[in-house]
């Protein structure tokens, strides 16, 4: 009987589980409430979690302590849109746990499971139930109901996924827009198939890739037992930064030396230190390593023989010193943007944005993108405009990430990105910069025309696939075969007697003269609104409108 797993098996879950997700993502999509062909909960997941993956293939030990580590950084750094970075959020929470046993038993998985949870909710400012937070609380609470049955590991995880499944069933009768759509949420699903993939490693199925998901949403009449709201109180691990770059050779090793000591040294730099690098044989070794105790790594390395070339680097030190030249030529302010299509980086330039991300509707960049787009900006502190609500989360992840002093200005869309950057003074505070900028998200509004890439029913509307649509910031408002009575419908839905100006973004799939047509048609309806028609080349929308 299996009842506790050690740090290879933890590597193999964490690969196996990033492998299963990768290959199901596609399904993760198909779950997006809107269908719309930015469909990515799927893809922000998978890049996730495969961002762990390969911090983890990169660690040369299995000793728990650094397993974690690698995991939690690298989960942290491709972490994509609101999934994305809640899932690292679960893994940084669970794997502070695990890192405190290098045997992992039901109860060990127990608290990491709870610690994963606690630190997802802290992530989110106002937590929504029916969502992967609320699947991840079911499999904490799951968790600890499997584990007074002392089962073995495989037994527990099949109880685990079991209780997280029951829970996912009922995310549509916890957000109307689930039910009205008839789906189940699409994060919970993802976290389940990465669950599912740590089981497949304890089953010895690690090459079953094909699930069969049950994803049909029924209603069900019981009542959900989970509050709106859940607060959790937890303390953040420091990260270990190791100040000391260790190089040298072992010479004229001794007699008594055999091929297992130089094992066994490897093994005790990986426990002290990383970067470890330990190349040779009897007759020479070179050896690498970054650390805080560079007299304990030559303590070991004199048990084996004599040391030459010695080198021993404050990497602390010069890291002040680059950091003290790049204040001295450091601006105030700097800006960075997100968007897709060569246009509208071309308007973001123009009004002096530093930094362009390419990203937005159909793929979400991680919180390490952002940071070091930030970073290349020469200034002490960032204003970013995710311009995207699937963005934001990342962007204030981005925080931990970078050197800079990152200002998240929570535009949701293209228009309020826009609007934004026009507010921005460069003479102003950072604080009189903030509230001018947030301020100027409410005098916009923001529209886009898309298709539906599936069949459902959304609200009133019953789509069908390929059907244009428009959306408002919120709801689907208008449907129809033609870009250009769509285009007109949604402007109709957001008109209001306070609108004087309407811009018109067109993207790749809309040619110039057929975006100056709708401007026309558009001009002889509303004569005291002034009509705008730019270039902005984003890929999927026919056009983002905008009305202030």
Known sequence: MQKSINGATFRKMILNGAKLLDANKAHVNELNVFPVPDGDTGTNMSMTMLSASREVSGCSTNNMPELCDAVAKGALRGARGNSGVILSQILKGMTSVLAQSNELTAKVFVKAFAAGTEVAYKAVTKPKEGTILTVIRAISEGAEKAAKK???????????????????????????VLKKAGVVD??????????QGFLNVLLGQEEEFNIEFDDSYKASSEDNPYSEQAHFNYDDLA??????????????????????????????????????????DLSMVKVHVHSNAPGQVLTYALELGELDHLKIENMLQQNRALKQQQQEDLKPFGLVSVCAGDGLTA???????????????????????IAKACDAVAAKDVFVFPNNKNIVLAANQAKALSKRNIHVIPTSNIPQGLSAVLAFNPEDTVEGNLKNMNDALGGVKSGSVTYAVRNTQIGNFDLKEGDIIGMDAKDIVAKGDSVNDVTEQLIDKMMDDDVSCISLYFGNDVSEADANAIAADITKKYRSCDVDVHFGGQPLYYFIVSLE
């Open 150 to 176: 002392n089962v073995e590991l495989k037994d527990f995880f099949t109880a685990v996924i079991e209780a997280g499944e029951a829970m996912l069933k009922q995310t549509p009768e916890m957000l109307p």
């Open 186 to 195: 699409a994060g919970g699903r993802g976290l389940l198939i990465l669950l």
């Open 239 to 280: 990260e270990i930064e190791y100040a000391y770059c260790t190089e040298f050779f072992i010479v004229n090793i001794y007699k008594k030396t055999t091929e297992a000591d130089i094992d066994l040294f490897r093994e005790k730099l990986m426990n002290i230190g990383d970067c470890v690098l330990v190349i040779g």
């Open 347 to 369: 308007i973001f330039k123009d009004l002096l944005v530093d930094n362009i991300i390419e990203g937005g509707q159909t793929m979400n960049p991680s919180a390490d993108d």
